[in-house]
């Protein structure tokens, strides 16, 4: 079952717009969902996570339950913020992330 | 700054041939994990490993693929019999605590494996 679901594979955004990168998860626990990304030519690396409700790069997140959705959002886009977005959820048990299939965010000059 | 590494960064191998990836986590971290990536798919969870033995792994992780951690630093995934769809990226990562604590999985930059 396909538990994260990036529905957008590629997001174009002009430098200084706002950017959203759509994640919806199917879980009925209660989930650890995560923003991982991947800059051109380096490893993938933790962005952001849900339960420090915190601002990485200008970049948040909000858990919405009712929408089961953990989308990634940042008003201003820089060019440098283009990368891999990849969506993760943990289970409260086990020891796996399911990951999304990622979205490739290209922020235009 | 510490980082997980990983060897070979690019294998090409044949069909039916053994193939060992080898990985050296961060040194003072207790989980250990492999994914893989097929070109333009999502990155799949194989198998983790904790206190020498396998603590979960996937479906895709059957008998054609076992892992080890032979002496306290490298962690070794071994695809045996490889296949042609066995050709992806595969990622090593590790962390101090599990999964769901923190989030925080460090990779390495992956090993590609092509199976002709």
């Known amino acids: 079952a396909q538990r994260v679901t990036q529905p957008e594979k590629l997001l174009s955004v002009f430098k200084g717009a706002p950017v959203e990168l759509k994640c919806n998860y199917s879980?009925?626990?209660?989930?650890?969902l995560f923003w991982y990304v991947q800059y051109s030519r380096q490893r993938l690396q933790l962005l952001l996570r849900?339960?420090s409700r915190e601002s990485i790069k200008g970049f948040t997140a909000d858990l919405n339950k009712g929408e089961t959705s953990f989308h990634l959002k940042k008003p201003f886009a820089q060019e440098e913020d283009s990368a891999m977005y990849y969506c993760?959820?943990?289970?409260?048990?086990?020891?796996?992330?399911?990951f999304g299939t990622g979205t490739s965010l290209t922020v235009i000059p | 700054e510490p980082e997980v590494t990983q060897t070979p960064s690019h294998q090409v191998t044949q069909m039916g041939q053994e193939v060992i990836l080898r990985c050296v986590p961060i040194?003072?971290?207790?989980?250990f994990y492999w994914y893989r990536q097929i070109l333009g798919q999502k990155v799949e969870f194989l198998v983790s490993?904790?206190?020498?033995?396998?603590?979960?792994k996937s479906e895709i992780f059957d008998d054609q693929f076992s892992v080890e951690r032979p002496d306290g630093s490298n962690f070794t995934l071994k695809i045996r019999s490889t296949k042609l769809e066995d050709s992806a990226m595969y990622f090593c990562?590790?962390?101090?605590?599990?999964?769901?604590?923190?989030?925080?999985?460090?990779f390495g930059e992956g090993s590609r494996l092509t199976v002709l």
């Open positions: 990562a590790s962390s101090k605590n599990p999964p769901q604590t923190t989030g925080e999985l460090f």
């Open positions: 879980y009925s626990g209660s989930p650890e």
């Open positions: 849900h339960i």
């Open positions: 993760a959820l943990s289970l409260n048990t086990g020891n796996q992330f399911y």
């Open positions: 040194s003072n971290h207790l989980y």
């Open positions: 490993f904790y206190n020498n033995e396998i603590s979960e």
